[in-house]
């Protein structure tokens, strides 16, 4: 019996200095609050990629950099409080970070031709084709860690739309707004907020008209729309403050601006609290 007794106690002893400290083997920072429309971007330590850890945001697992750094994106009409776990060797560490709402404004305009609300069948057929390109490069990781150097705005000017408003037009509820409108003089020079390869550039779409995707690593991307002309190609790396582009009023516009918006895959951010936050 004495033979057994040490041996389980031996073994408990070597199972907890093994795992029953997993968690305190690595650090790591969260926020214990965020706003909607904010982005987390933060590092495990002493993470390598045979370290066997894991992260995930509401049980969907997020990627890992090969350094240890994570993005999670916070949607604008999150209500929740979201639940981020880090696991290791099927031990976790669950952090509840607290959302906090925003108010976001709402504008009604109403009295508008049936033709700017709902687009005719030809313009719809354009629309699901172009929607589909734009969706497939929302689904590009790429294993690089631009995002970590500190964004800046891609043009001065006048900010005429802020992310999050909505518009109501004829009673029928449009897409909240999903970027930084910022007006000034067409032909003004846009520059990328970050270093990154670019994976979308089109001319001319129907909502965006001119329109760059800037790839800035783990899923973090940058939109440029309504630009009057395109200055970089598909696949070309850029650094933070190279001309990409110019100020237009191309696509779906009613003035010279540029909409800048950032997005972690399919999830929007705004633009102000990122450079805020991490520039």
């Not at 706003?35 to 002493?46: A, D, R, V, W, Y």
């Not at 109403?110 to 084709?129: C, F, H, M, Q, S």
Request: net charge neutral; charged share 25%.
């Amino acid at each position: 019996m004495r033979f057994n007794y040490f041996f389980i106690i031996k073994l408990l002893i070597l199972y907890f200095i093994l795992f029953g400290n997993s968690n305190a083997q690595f650090r790591y920072d969260l926020p214990e609050r965020v706003l909607q429309g904010e982005i987390i971007i933060s590092k495990i330590h002493e993470y390598n990629e045979s370290s066997n850890i894991q992260l995930f945001s509401d049980k969907i697992p997020h990627e890992i950099s090969k350094n240890g750094y994570f993005v999670v994106p916070i949607d604008r009409d999150r209500k929740n409080n979201i639940l981020i776990e880090i696991c290791k060797n099927k031990i976790c560490e669950t952090n509840e970070i607290t959302v906090l709402k925003r108010n976001f404004d709402i504008q009604e305009i109403n009295g508008l031709p049936t033709k700017l609300v709902t687009p005719d069948e030809k313009v719809l057929e354009r629309i699901i084709a172009e929607n589909k390109i734009i969706k497939q490069s929302k689904k590009i990781l790429l294993e690089n860690e631009n995002f970590l150097n500190g964004f800046v705005q891609p043009v001065k000017g006048i900010i005429t739309g802020v992310f999050g408003s909505q518009r109501v037009l004829n009673g029928k509820p449009k897409s909240p707004h999903r970027g930084l409108d910022i007006a000034n003089n067409e032909g003004t020079p846009v520059v990328s907020t970050n270093d990154g390869i670019v994976i979308l550039a089109e001319p001319d779409l129907y909502y965006t008209g001119g329109t760059i995707v800037v790839d800035h690593g783990y899923g973090v991307k940058s939109i440029y729309a309504h630009l009057a002309s395109v200055d970089v190609t598909l696949n070309s790396k850029i650094k933070k403050n190279e001309v990409i582009g110019t100020v237009g009023s191309t696509g779906r516009s009613t003035g010279p601006h540029l909409h800048w918006g950032i997005m972690v895959f399919d999830t929007y951010v705004d633009p102000e609290l990122l450079l805020k936050k991490y520039n």
